[in-house]
Structure formats: structure tokens, C-alpha cells
């Protein structure tokens, strides 16, 4: 099943917390050199497959491959060929943005040298420079995210895992940042994973999405399939077969009358 044409490909991958299944047998294929956006509501899994893809959390049942490695049996294969920016971030707090950026780098077998070239480049790309000697622990939420970022592109990786990379970044680093990822699919075949809620993004961002609902795949494909498979107009935005897929059209009840002011 293992097949190395595909960037990421789950099968049956399933994780049970005590009674609830978070992630219920999950069978999905990223092709290499495609913007893969992973949509859900709160709660539905994404941060968890994410998790179970990259080995840091063990699936209970099912298994995960990247780039062709299982995460179980060639983990460090798969450590190598990523890059990650997490849901908690994982950052030294009493390090600074470079010397957190150097570790990553250093980890991941980097000469300094070439440690050294790139990081001013990263840290020009996130607007982090003015803020590159402070500790993490003095860092607004939106630096705090862009040093993941740094961490997670550091060593070129293959297959990049975003858990909502955008969050709490401004617009101005945020078109940035897409237009280097978009070089890096284009020119490098690089893959990139991300989560996201922001149906927007999502549309003008990705080649394919994959839409999870309670733990389930509930579809995957190109937005123009997926429409299609909803029953929706062509011209229907990403967030009407989101929620038609989700089957989360619902009516107003009128309970939040004393809010709203609604009947
Ligand atoms: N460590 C854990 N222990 C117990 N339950 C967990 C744990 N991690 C996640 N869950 C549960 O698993 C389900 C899926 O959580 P997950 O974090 O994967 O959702 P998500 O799709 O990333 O949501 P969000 O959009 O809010 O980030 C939720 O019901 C959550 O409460
Ligand atoms: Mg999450």
C-alpha cells in the first residue's frame, strides 16, 4: 500500500480516546507537488491525524505512510522529510526566534553554515527580524506562529503538515508566506498539508481538499468534484459544500431569541 508516488496516504487510520473515536478509519491519498487543504469543524479530527501522520501520536488502529515510509516501522525516514508546524507550536520559550530556528536546523542534520545562510532569509520572509534576538517568551501569538513556520521550512522539507499556519498571522505575512509555499509546490514538487476553517483560503489556496466530519472522511477531491458530488451549482463558494458535505444546514431554531432579538 506503501506507494511512493504519493506524498501522504492513510489507511483505516483510526485513534480512540477511551469511548471516542476521534478519527475513524481514515483512508485518504495526497499526490506529491499539490496544496492539500484538510477542512472540519472543531472537534472533528484534523490536529489528530495530523498528529497520528507525522508519529507523534500512535494510531490505534490503521496505519500512515509519508513519501512511501510507514510512520511506525521508518519514523525517522518520515522526521526527515517533513517539516511541521504543530497545533501547540512546540517552541523553547527561553530561546530566541534564531537560536530556536538553529536548533530545528541543527536537529535535522544541517551544516551551521548553511544554518546561518538561510535563517536571515526565513526571518526577512516573517517579518521576525526586528524580534530575532527577544526571547520566545516575549513573543506576540502571531510571532510565535511565524517562528513555527521558520522551524517547519528550515531543511526544505518534502511534505509540509500546516495545523492552521495562518492563524493570527496579518495579511501582509500572510501573502508572503502562500507565495513562497506556492514557489516551493511549483518549482520543488514540495506537498503541504494544512488544516483550516477559512473556507476562503482554503478556496484560493488548494488543489485538493479533504473534508472531515466526526472523525470520518466525509469527501476528497478537487473542489470542482466535490461541488458536483454535493449537488451544488458551479458557481457555489467552498463553504456551501463544506457545509452541505458536513451536512450542517441547519435551520434556526429560535433558542438564541433572548440574544438575537429574533422571534
Ligand atoms: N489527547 C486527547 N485526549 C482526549 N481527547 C482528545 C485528545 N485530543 C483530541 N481529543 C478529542 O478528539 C476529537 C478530535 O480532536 P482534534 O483536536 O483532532 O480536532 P480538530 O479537528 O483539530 O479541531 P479544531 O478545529 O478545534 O482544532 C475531539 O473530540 C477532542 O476532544
Ligand atoms: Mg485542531
Redesign the pocket.
Known sequence: MNDPRFAIQTNNLTRR??D?I??DQLTLSVPRGVIFGFL??????????INMVIGLLPPTAGTAAVAGFDVRTASLEVKRRIGVVP?GLNLYERLTATEQIELVGRLHGLPVTEIKHRIPALLELLELADAQDKMILDYSQGMRKKTAIACALIHAPEVLFL??PFESIDPISTRAIKAVLRDMVAQRGTTIFF?T?VMELAERFCDQVGI?NK?KLAGSGSIPDLRQRAGLPEDAPLEDVFLRTVGAETEDEGLLGWLTGKA
Open positions: 480516546f477511551g471516542l476521534a478519527v472540519g469543524p472543531n472537534g472533528a479530527g484534523k490536529s489528530t491525524t497545533e495545523d492552521e488544516s476553517h472531515i472523525g
